[in-house]
């Protein structure tokens, strides 16, 4: 497609279970970015790929998070052992730019509802 | 880590009035964005601004960045039910080049 896909679009789990959310970013575009939103909030960093830079993990809220971006395409996002405060829209952005001021395309979100 | 502060955080008007949304930091940014967010779905670009001072308008909306490029706001002439949406304000953190985030002014325009 033209555009940032992300799945699951929606996603229920149990406390303590691990989910999986998966991003395809605009075909060519080296920057991706994951945020989190949650509800009625503004974007909160979580992690940027730039090319074959190291990832700046820097907004990783504990190590129960991770991400990773294969052959700087596609990446996943990983929570570990789940919590309620996990519940939110985890977006994910990509940019043609490696540097700031470059626009960034948006996917749609996956909901997460940690029970 | 620079912040962005964005002001009010919640805005009901009704159709017709003007109003005006303000981004605020204590750093400076080489640049600032504005985005729109619509219920379910991701931001989308509206403007960037570059230069300090520089004024953008599109159609009602005008969007100004400070002249020392540490903050910027968006004025909106004779609101529509159709700007409702959350506005969000976005630079590039000079210190490793990502974009982050201000938290956003919801605003909801009542016909």
């Known amino acids: 497609g033209a555009g940032v896909s992300q799945s699951p679009s929606n996603k229920v789990t149990e406390k303590g279970k691990d989910v999986e959310l998966r991003c395809d970013p605009i075909s060519g575009h080296t920057a991706l970015y994951w945020y989190r939103q949650s509800l009625g909030q503004g974007l909160e960093f979580l992690i940027y790929f730039q090319g074959n830079s190291a990832p700046d993990k820097s907004g990783l809220p504990s190590d129960r998070f991770s991400a990773e971006r294969t052959g700087g395409s596609v990446s996943t996002l990983t929570i570990q052992r789940t919590q309620q405060e996990d519940s939110a829209v985890y977006l994910c952005?990509?940019?043609?730019?490696?540097?700031?001021?470059?626009?960034?395309?948006f996917g749609e979100g996956s909901r997460l509802t940690v029970l | 880590t620079q912040l962005l502060e964005q002001s009010p955080q919640f805005l009901s008007i009704q159709e017709g009035e003007n109003l005006t949304v303000y981004c605020n930091s204590s750093s400076v940014f080489s640049s600032l964005q504005w985005y729109r967010q619509e219920p379910g779905e991701g931001p989308v670009l509206l403007v960037t601004v570059v230069t300090g001072g520089e004024v953008k308008k599109l159609k009602r909306l005008t969007f100004q960045f400070g002249d020392a490029r540490k903050d910027s706001s968006l004025h909106i002439t004779a609101a529509q039910p159709g700007d409702t949406g959350l506005y969000l304000c976005a630079g590039d953190d000079t210190g490793g080049f990502k974009t982050i985030f201000g938290a956003g002014t919801r605003l909801f325009v009542k016909a």
């Open positions: 952005a990509s940019s043609s730019q490696s540097t700031g001021a470059g626009e960034l395309f």
